[in-house]
């Protein structure tokens, strides 16, 4: 059982893909956006966005088939900065992360970055193909974040449940290839990554 945190900018998808790949009736904490948050949540690029996550979600999901079966339970995070005290919480215990990416809205990604960057968990970056925004390649997504070229970029769609599912294994054999280069190096590893 491995504990996945799904995080990025508000907007960028993260309730989508919780709910897209959870073989149980996702847990939401959806609240409808109100007149109070107008001065804090910027809806430029997403106007059509009435609701925001307040807390987490949480899905389930079970891969009897993956080369070690798995199951993984998936966190996703509030998009907005004013919650980054909650994403240590929720990051606590967890094998990596995934940084979903709206590239309409890229400078909210920075955030989540940043975050997983500092407190040292391993993460991919998926570029959500959202309807009628540009397509840029991974590399141009890497270059404009500054990522290190460790840090996997991958292209998905939130909506469909087999390329969310492969998102997820990317971050399973990144955070287990992350471990094993961590240990090579002599450094004490993780006792998050210890159990992957």
Same mark, same amino acid.
């Given at each position: 059982?491995? &504990?996945?945190?799904?995080?990025?900018?508000?907007?960028?998808? &993260?309730?989508?893909?919780?709910?897209?790949?959870?073989?149980?009736?996702?847990?939401?904490?959806?609240?409808?956006?109100?007149?109070?948050?107008a001065?804090?949540?910027?809806?430029?690029?997403?106007?059509? &966005?009435?609701?925001?996550?307040?807390?987490?979600?949480?899905?389930?999901?079970?891969?009897?088939?993956?080369?070690?079966?798995?199951?993984?339970?998936?966190?996703?995070?509030?998009?907005?900065?004013?919650?980054?005290?909650?994403w240590?919480?929720l990051?606590?215990?967890?094998?990596?992360?995934?940084v979903?990416?709206d590239?309409?809205?890229?400078?909210?990604?920075?955030?989540?970055?940043?975050?997983?960057?500092?407190?040292?968990?391993?993460?991919?970056?998926?570029? *959500?193909?959202?309807?009628?925004?540009?397509?840029?390649?991974?590399?141009?997504?890497?270059?404009?974040?500054?990522?290190?070229?460790?840090?996997?970029?991958?292209?998905?769609?939130? %909506?469909?449940? *087999?390329?969310?599912?492969?998102?997820?294994?990317?971050?399973?054999?990144?955070?287990? *290839?992350?471990?094993?280069?961590?240990n %090579?190096?002599?450094?004490?590893?993780s006792t998050?990554?210890?159990?992957?």
């Amino acid at each position: 059982m491995l &504990k996945i945190v799904i995080a990025g900018g508000f907007g960028a998808g &993260k309730t989508t893909a919780v709910g897209a790949v959870s073989e149980i009736t996702p847990l939401s904490t959806e609240e409808y956006l109100t007149a109070a948050s107008a001065d804090v949540d910027s809806l430029a690029g997403i106007e059509a &966005k009435t609701t925001t996550t307040v807390a987490f979600d949480f899905g389930r999901l079970s891969l009897p088939d993956a080369p070690m079966p798995l199951e993984l339970f998936l966190f996703g995070t509030p998009g907005q900065d004013r919650f980054v005290d909650l994403w240590y919480d929720l990051s606590r215990g967890a094998v990596g992360a995934v940084v979903l990416v709206d590239t309409r809205r890229l400078e909210s990604s920075f955030t989540p970055v940043s975050f997983f960057e500092d407190i040292g968990l391993p993460f991919v970056v998926a570029v *959500n193909q959202f309807d009628g925004a540009h397509r840029y390649h991974p590399e141009q997504v890497r270059a404009a974040l500054e990522l290190p070229a460790a840090v996997p970029v991958v292209i998905c769609d939130a %909506r469909e449940p *087999n390329q969310v599912a492969g998102v997820l294994l990317a971050l399973v054999d990144h955070a287990v *290839n992350s471990a094993a280069t961590t240990n %090579r190096a002599g450094h004490t590893p993780s006792t998050t990554l210890q159990d992957a």
